[in-house]
């Protein structure tokens, strides 16, 4: 059971940049991704129907007998975790707590910012998490549905994309926030321009490293951390894989060298 | 049979500035209107996957016993007329050829233009269809991804807004196109931003109005034309309605009654 794989999903390549930190902190760990790029994106459709999308994910990747599930998408982590941890009987991993503990910790005037799609923004997800933590921090929130297709495109350092990020981060910026949390797996490809945007005393908290630790931390209290030597992945994607392939390396950082079609949607 | 629905569907809710032309062309017929909002949008994703989701919608929209299938969308229409007319026994209408029509038909210097989704522009249906109508027309293409996004923003006139159409129309236009094909059914709200940046003497095709009038000549040859006084319409969506609802009045002009959640998805 230690050397099961662990499961990661996202609603399509964004949440490859948490594989990417996994492959750095847990190297032994074998994972199984899955994409769900055949219906991407989820920050713009209702609450019901990303937990169904979430449930059919989850039970995708529970036919490789994954020892924990990581959420990697924000959307679903603000909306889905609960009906995931009802159905399913191993870890259950969001992206959104990890981040959120962050940013309460290295926060000095306790001004927080979160940028994400509509959903996660509406859900408040962060805001709650940051309440557990801390109740002295202000949070202000602002959607950026514009963000996404801008990295989809490959318009990381036009004058467009400048454009476009002052615009969206203006009201955050006249809050005096001190720490910004990107709260979509896409954003962190944004982030010298968003960096240069919010000044350099503005510190970006991306939460992909953070849940590579708290994983590794869940693992390892349950004695699950895998002892294998060369572990081999698995990438999966609901629609066609080429494309996926293409923009997926682009997100891990390494080469994908072999992905499949995953055919239950 | 002649006072049976006409089936209309889209990724989303784009389609419904066709059902806008078709209520202004046909107002005795009876509409049954279903858009994919949960699997929106299908622009980026592969042929492969439209052609399984076009098939789906059909099968809903069957189940109201329609007379005839309009796609709506540009993308599906693309891909996937082929695969629907093989499969289901009534008359299928896209709406590139209708587009394509009357470009030809109205192209002076014999320089068209069109703009679409990826798969869209990938899938050269328009330039095929185009050849079929005359053989001296020169076609240029251009994929505008982010200009869905722009409109679901609501930035329909804004200073980024004006950029990004700059941006993407910049080929077409040193290609000296006299003509442009709004090839996605969004396009249409961006249209005065379009024209401003095209210029007066480039001409704007939106398929909208000609596929009202090949359904209406298609039913007139059929003896299928309705004769309802006051037909009744339906709305459905493969997501919440809510959303679908609000935005997709912007699109249709009117009121959106009542839309009801298509539960295949």
């Known amino acids: 059971m230690k050397n099961y794989p662990i499961g990661i999903f996202d609603s399509g390549v964004g949440g490859l940049t948490v594989v990417k930190q996994m492959f750095k902190r847990l190297p032994n760990e074998e994972i199984v991704y899955l994409g769900d790029t055949a219906r991407v994106p989820y920050g713009t459709k209702s609450p019901e129907t990303i937990k169904r999308f979430a449930v059919e994910n989850a039970n995708f990747l529970m036919k490789f007998k994954v020892k924990l599930i990581v959420v990697a998408c924000n959307t679903a982590s603000s909306t889905s975790l609960d009906i995931l941890r009802e159905k399913f009987n191993i870890p259950i991993v969001g992206v959104i707590k990890p981040g959120a503990e962050k940013a309460?910790?290295?926060?000095?005037?306790?001004?927080?910012?979160?940028?994400?799609?509509?959903?996660?923004?509406?859900?408040?997800?962060?805001e709650k998490e940051i309440r557990r933590f801390s109740r002295d921090v202000e949070v202000a929130s602002k959607a950026c549905p514009l963000f996404v297709p801008l990295v989809e495109e490959g318009w990381l350092k036009e004058d467009v994309t400048f454009d476009i990020v002052k615009k969206y981060l203006k009201p955050l910026m006249s809050k005096k926030i001190d720490t910004l949390i990107l709260g979509c797996t896409h954003y962190p490809l944004l982030k010298s321009v968003i960096s240069k945007v919010a000044g350099r005393e503005v510190k970006i908290v991306d939460s992909a490293s953070s849940v590579a630790d708290e994983v590794c931390n869940i693992l390892m209290a349950l004695g699950k951390l895998s002892e294998q030597k060369k572990p081999s992945h698995k990438f999966f994607a609901t629609d066609a894989?080429?494309?996926?392939v293409r923009i997926g390396e682009k997100f891990l950082g390494t080469k994908i060298h072999r992905a499949e079609r995953a055919d239950y949607v």
Chains 1, 2 share one sequence.
């Open 104 to 126: 309460v910790q290295i926060t000095r005037n306790n001004k927080v910012g979160i940028i994400g799609t509509y959903t996660t923004v509406k859900s408040k997800a962060y």
């Open 241 to 244: 894989v080429e494309h996926f």
